[in-house]
């Protein structure tokens, strides 16, 4: 089960990280746009290591109080597995999407961008979904096959490495989705895009 916190501070902590991780994802996209002048690789390459490390750092400090899920789908996977009580699943989406939201907004606020947005970059196609539900299942297989101390690491090593490895990038999260969405920058998709990508999501985390 998670640590015996009460639950407002566990939803708050999931809230938190999962605005902190979107602002990381979307401000490094901006970032590394403007820096690389049109060159998508040397974005990607700026892009990156930023969320390997946000992400390794959101997981060791927020682990401890929620488990540092930020993900929909691994809320879910740990309810079916139940280490999160059942009554406790929407109540945590619910956190992780109102955080990705959030931080999609203060990524915006700190680089002068209007704060909301809706995103015009298309992602779709087989490739992508195919890709997508492979991220999320290497994703949750690291999350229950890492040893005792090492998941933070191993996670955010997991994602670097899937953004060069698939085709989508990994997003493998389905908050991610729905806070990129409100994003029309770098690191954006486009709302007609969403839904395919959180069904290949949730398939990669069933396998």
């Known amino acids: 089960m998670t640590p015996r916190i009460d ?12 605005a902190l991780l979107l602002a990381v994802v979307i401000g490094s996209g901006v970032m590394g746009e403007r820096l690389a002048a049109g060159n998508v690789a040397i974005a990607l390459l700026a ?4 969320t390997v ?18 993900n929909p789908a691994v809320s879910a996977a740990m309810a079916w597995r139940g280490e999160l009580a059942a009554r406790e699943l929407a ?11 959030a931080g999609a907004v203060l990524a915006h606020a700190m680089f ?5 947005q809706v995103s015009a970059r298309v992602r779709s196609g087989t490739g992508q979904w195919i890709a997508e539900a492979v991220a999320t299942a290497c994703l949750l297989l690291v999350i229950l096959r890492a040893p005792a101390g090492r998941a ?4 955010a090593a997991c994602i670097g490495a ?16 729905w806070g990129r969405m409100f994003s029309d920058t770098f ?13 290949a999501q949730f398939a990669g985390a069933a396998i």
């Open 47 to 50: 892009n990156s290591p930023a």
């Open 7 to 18: 639950l407002p501070r566990r939803l708050l902590a999931e809230a938190l990280g999962t």
């Open 53 to 70: 490390g946000g992400l390794y750092v959101l997981i060791e400090v927020f682990g401890p109080v929620s488990g540092a899920h930020f």
């Open 152 to 155: 933070a690491a191993m996670v």
């Open 187 to 199: 690191a954006g998709i486009a709302p007609g895009s969403v839904p395919a990508f959180v069904m």
């Open 162 to 177: 899937a953004y060069w490895f698939t085709a989508s990038t990994s997003f493998a999260n389905p908050a991610a989705a």
């Open 112 to 116: 002068g961008l209007p704060l909301l």
């Open 91 to 101: 109540p945590y989406v619910l956190a992780q999407l109102a955080g990705a939201f």
